[in-house]
């Protein structure tokens, strides 16, 4: 089977199937009460008074959102907070600079990294703690991917990464709740539109989305299934329409294109390159994580948080 817009996935079959589907949850920014900018408690912007202005702005923003956007095919690293002195600087405390960049731990983890980062992102004071971590930044956002690794696979064999429903029982931002759709077809029906759309109006609204990506048959029968997870942090109108800017695990960078090519491949050769390196390698969305609603239950994720 040729590679391109013919060729099967397996996400084409699921949804041909109604199986991952279902009506698309009505956008969480529409919603009373819906917060899309995290409320930053006392104790954290106390703890940052005195920091850097770089690392505080990372704590607050760890998207880098507030920054805007990066230029298209122009990728820049996603730097994590550090407020303490690392092991080489032992007996220097206080504020000193941005770690190392906000990438996977290993090949298994581009979801789990996804959901740390989407985690911080949602929650000054968990980002705080990373920044805070005596061990480093670098050591702290490794040992939270593999925390929430573990819970989100459970019995999922370890290899194969963070299923889609494992990633959608895990994510949250500030309040906000997840769930999951399988985006089928290079000519999408009108079900995967709407998952795409949905997608992006959150991500407009200021709600971060995990995307899946992968190949298809024409690139070998192991690409046809979801092999990738990035995070679409936001959405911007330009002069040149709406761009989205993405974070993208295995290389801890930022990158921004056109929503329409979230869409599906084609374009011109360097759009398409662009487009690759943004998905992490791979030229499909096949699934997305989308915000649902927010949690009731008075704690921002629903469990303790995690000990970084």
């Given at each position: ?67 805007g ?14 407020l ?6 032992a ?155 993405l ?35 791979w ?20 469990h ?5």
């Amino acid at each position: 089977m040729r590679a391109g817009r013919d060729a099967l996935r397996l996400t084409d079959l699921l949804e041909a199937a109604g199986l991952f589907c279902g009506p698309v949850p009505p956008p969480v920014a529409q919603r009373a009460g819906a917060r899309t900018t995290p409320r930053v408690p006392y104790a954290v912007e106390l703890a940052l008074r005195d920091a850097d202005p770089r690392v505080r702005q990372r704590v607050l923003d760890p998207l880098g959102r507030d920054q805007g956007a990066p230029r298209t095919g122009r990728p820049v690293p996603l730097f994590l907070p550090e407020l303490t002195a690392g092991p080489r600087s032992a007996g220097r405390p206080g504020p000193r600079r941005l770690a190392p960049e906000a990438r996977q731990v290993d090949e298994t983890t581009c979801g789990a990294a996804v959901l740390a980062v989407l985690r911080l992102a949602g929650d000054p004071a968990a980002a705080l703690a990373l920044a805070r971590d005596p061990r480093g930044a670098r050591h702290a956002f490794a040992a939270l991917q593999r925390q929430i690794h573990a819970r989100a696979r459970r019995v999922w064999p370890r290899r194969l990464g963070t299923p889609p429903w494992g990633a959608a029982r895990e994510a949250r931002f500030g309040s906000v709740r997840y769930t999951h759709r399988v985006v089928g077809r290079h000519e999408p029906s009108e079900g995967s539109r709407a998952v795409l759309r949905a997608a992006v109006v959150a991500a407009a609204a200021g709600v971060p989305v995990p995307l899946y990506t992968g190949g298809d048959l024409g690139h070998g029968a192991t690409t046809a299934v979801p092999r990738h997870v990035v995070l679409l942090t936001a959405v911007r109108d330009t002069s040149a329409g709406p761009i989205a800017t993405l974070y993208e695990p295995s290389s801890g960078a930022m990158h921004a294109l056109p929503v329409d090519a979230l869409r599906g491949p084609g374009g011109a050769p360097g759009a398409q390159a662009s487009r690759g390196r943004a998905l992490g390698g791979w030229p499909h969305v096949v699934w997305a994580v989308l915000p649902r609603e927010e949690d009731r239950s008075g704690s921002a994720w629903g469990h303790e948080h995690d000990t970084l």
